[in-house]
């Protein structure tokens, strides 16, 4: 029986923790087209960095509250001095303005 308890409530906080999470994926062009790349799990509260990295667009789901967009370069790297982008929670695209890529995401 203990067992049992232990097994359940290891499986509740793994079900949380993802229900608490976004998923993104980033695309090479603008509005979610060109070349698709990897798809990753950010958990809620945290900054997800593309680590030298940066893509032109970001599709996303999941997001529970807020999303934030940061581009590339400069003082913005790694969820840094304001985002340049803020949408609200669901799903959808961002595409990064004219001339710059966005290299880190913080879900809220």
Same mark, same amino acid.
């Given at each position: 029986?203990?067992?049992?308890?232990?097994?359940?409530?290891?499986?509740?906080?793994?079900?949380?923790?993802?229900?608490?999470?976004?998923?993104?994926?980033?695309?090479?062009?603008?509005?979610?087209?060109?070349?698709?790349?990897? *798809?990753?799990?950010?958990?809620?509260?945290?900054?997800?960095?593309? =680590?030298?990295?940066?893509?032109?667009?970001?599709?996303?789901?999941?997001?529970?509250?807020?999303?934030?967009?940061?581009?590339?370069? =400069?003082?913005?790297?790694?969820?840094?001095?304001?985002?340049?982008?803020?949408?609200? =929670?669901?799903?959808?695209?961002?595409?990064?303005?004219?001339?710059?890529?966005?290299? *880190?995401?913080?879900?809220?």
């Amino acid at each position: 029986m203990q067992f049992n308890i232990n097994l359940l409530a290891t499986a509740l906080l793994a079900s949380a923790s993802l229900a608490m999470s976004a998923t993104i994926t980033g695309f090479a062009g603008a509005d979610c087209t060109g070349t698709q790349g990897q *798809s990753f799990n950010v958990p809620s509260r945290e900054c997800f960095s593309l =680590g030298g990295g940066s893509t032109k667009s970001i599709r996303y789901s999941g997001v529970p509250s807020e999303i934030e967009f940061y581009i590339s370069g =400069g003082g913005h790297d790694s969820c840094t001095n304001g985002a340049q982008l803020t949408l609200g =929670g669901g799903s959808g695209c961002a595409t990064a303005p004219t001339g710059v890529n966005w290299e *880190s995401v913080a879900v809220l």
